[in-house]
C-alpha cells in the first residue's frame, strides 16, 4: 500500500528569534523539503510615508532614522543628500567628511549585527557576543557626536545637528587600531569555521542574472560576483576622494553567490570601511558645520530619484515636491524590501533549517520592510 | 551611456509623437510621460533592446496627483474627483550606465496599468505595494493582494490624499 502524502505548510514567526523582527514566512513542505515560501509582512507598518506628508523636510529626518534601525545614520545620509540635491545646496568639506565617517562606521556596526545574528542563528554564540562588545565602542562615539546610540537625527538638510567632540578623532583612531586584529580574530572563529561553512556553502544559491532582475543591491548582489558599488560606480558626497576596493563574490568554499558568500562580503567589507574611515579622519579640514543649513526648506516644484550605497544595498529615496514646505510624496526603495522578495527563489529545494540560514545571510531589517 | 532626452527622442520615433511625453524643466530628475495604452510595449522595448538594455528597476512608486475637483462631505472631509494617479518607473541599466524616469498616468475613477512583473521580477512587491496604497490595478499581476495593509483592510487606500481613517477595526478604535 503506498504511504498518502501531502503538502504541509508551516508558519515560522511572527514571533521567531531567526525572523530578526516580526515576520511571519509561510513555508510549503513535502517531508522536509521546502516548495514554496510566501513571506506575510506588514506587521511593523507604521505608514511612514503618509506621515511624511503632514511633516516639513527637516521633520521627516527622525522618522528615517526608524526605517533601518541598524543603519540609522545612512538612512538619514539618503535623505538629506536627496533633499539636498533637490534644492541644490553645497555642504562645507567639513560636513562632508563628518557624514562619510559616520557613514563608514555606522556600516561597520550594521554589518557586526548582520554577521553576529547570521552566526547566532545557525548556533555560533560567541562571535555575536564579541561584535556586540565591538559596537558598543562604534556607538559610544556616536553618543558622544549626537547623544543618541541608535536614532541619531544627526544629519541635517546642509549640514549636521553638532560638530565633533574634541575627542572624537582620537578615538575613532583608537578603535581602528583595536578593530583590526578582530577581524582575523573574528574569520578564525567563525568565517572558516568547519560547522559554519558546511552550514552555509552551497546553500541558497544565488546566480547573477537572477539578482539583477530580482532587484537585488549591495552585498548580496556583489556575492554574485558582480561588482557593483554606488560608492564606485555613481559616487555621491565625496567617495570618488578615497582610495577602496570593492569586494566581490568568488565562491571560496562553495558555489558563487551562496550563504557564504553573502556572509563573507560583509566582512570583507568592514575592512574597506575602515580605510575609508581611517583616510577621512587623516583628511578633514576645520570649518563651520552649520553654515549651510538652509534657514526656510523650500524646494522647487519637480521629482528626483537619489539612491546610496547603505550596508543593506540601494537605499532610495524617491521625493516630489509641489513647492510648499511638506514633500508632496515621499517614497522609499528599502534593499530590505527587495530582498526579502527573493526568499521564495533562494529557499526552493532546501531544509528547513537552511531557511535561517538563508535569511540570516540576505541580512533584513522589518522596520525598513514595513517602514 | 544615453541621456533622459536622447532615449526619449528614440522612444518618440519609435512610439509616436502622441504615446510619449518629455518633462525637463523642472528641478530634479527629468521623466518620461508614457500613455497607459502602449506602456508595456515600451517597457518591453527598453528591457529587450539593446542600446537600451534597462535590466534593473530600481523603484516604482505610486502617486497622487490629486489634480481632480476637491470637494468637501457632510463632515469637512476632502474628497477628490477625476484627475489621475501616476506610476512612476526608476529604470536603470547596469551595462551602459543609464538612467530613466517613466511616468505612467491613468484616470483615478479607474486606475489601470499593465504589470511588468514578468519582464523586471522585482516588480511584484512594488506593485502590490501600490494597489495596497493607492489601488492602482496592475493588469495580469500573478498575486495582487494588499501586501503592508492587513489583508482585510476595507476602508480605502492609504496614500490617497483623501483618505479617511476608518473608527474602528475589528473592534478596534483606529484614530488615536
Known sequence: MAIKTEEMVLNMGPQHPSTHGVLRLELKLSGELITGVTPHIGYLHRCFEKHCEAMTYPQVIPYTDRMDYLASMYNNFGYVTAVEKLMGIEVPERVEYIRIIMGELQRIASHMVAIGTNGLDIGAFTPFLYLFRDREKILSLFEMTCGARLLYNYMWIGGVSHDLHPDFLRLTKEFIDYFRPNITELNNLLSYNKIFVERTANVGVLPADVAINYGMTGPNLRASGINYDLRKDEPYSIYDRFDFNVPVGEGKMGTLGDCWDRYYMRVLEMEESLKIVEQAIAQIPDGDVHSAIPKRIKPPVGSIYHRVENPRGELGYFIVSDGSMNPFRVKVRPPSFVSLELMDELCKGHLVSDVVAILGSIDIVLGEVDR | ?176
Open chain 2, 1 to 176: 551611456m544615453k541621456t533622459p532626452e536622447e532615449i526619449f527622442e528614440i522612444l518618440k520615433s519609435k512610439f509616436g509623437e502622441e504615446g510619449v511625453t518629455f518633462t525637463g524643466d523642472q528641478a530634479g530628475d527629468p521623466y518620461v510621460t508614457v500613455l497607459p495604452e502602449i506602456f508595456r510595449k515600451v517597457a518591453v522595448y527598453l528591457f529587450k533592446n539593446e542600446d537600451m538594455n534597462f535590466d534593473s528597476l530600481m523603484l516604482l512608486s505610486g502617486v497622487d496627483d490629486a489634480n481632480g475637483e476637491k470637494t468637501k462631505d457632510a463632515n469637512e472631509n476632502e474628497i477628490i474627483t477625476g484627475g489621475t494617479l501616476s506610476v512612476y518607473y526608476n529604470l536603470f541599466s547596469l551595462t551602459h550606465r543609464h538612467k530613466l524616469t517613466v511616468r505612467v498616468s491613468v484616470p483615478r475613477e479607474t486606475p489601470e496599468v499593465e504589470s511588468i512583473t514578468d519582464i523586471w521580477r522585482t516588480a511584484d512587491w512594488h506593485e502590490r505595494e501600490a494597489y495596497d496604497m493607492f489601488g492602482i490595478i496592475f493588469k495580469n499581476h500573478p498575486d495582487l493582494r494588499r501586501i503592508l495593509m492587513p489583508y482585510d483592510w476595507d476602508a480605502g487606500y492609504p496614500l490617497r490624499k483623501d483618505y479617511q481613517n476608518p473608527e474602528f477595526y475589528h473592534g478596534m478604535k483606529v484614530p488615536y
